[in-house]
């Protein structure tokens, strides 16, 4: 699984939580995320780091 990427699918009302409200374009929420968004990212690399933690070196 390692090196092969990953892609996440989130609902639209999952995305709009994690951002300043009406400020959920491309541009915009760079510069508008939530506590929620940090949650959800801290989440997903602690969940990469634990995976690669258990895989051997080659």
Not at 1 to 30: H, I, P
Not at 31 to 55: D, G, H, K
Request: overall charge positive.
């Amino acid at each position: 699984m390692l090196g092969m990427g990953a892609q996440l699918e989130m609902t639209t009302d999952l995305r709009a939580a994690m951002f300043a409200s009406g400020k959920n374009t491309r541009a915009e929420r760079a510069t508008n995320t939530l506590p929620l968004f940090w949650s959800f990212t801290t989440a997903v690399r602690t969940a990469i780091q634990r995976l690669e933690a258990t895989q051997p070196v080659l």
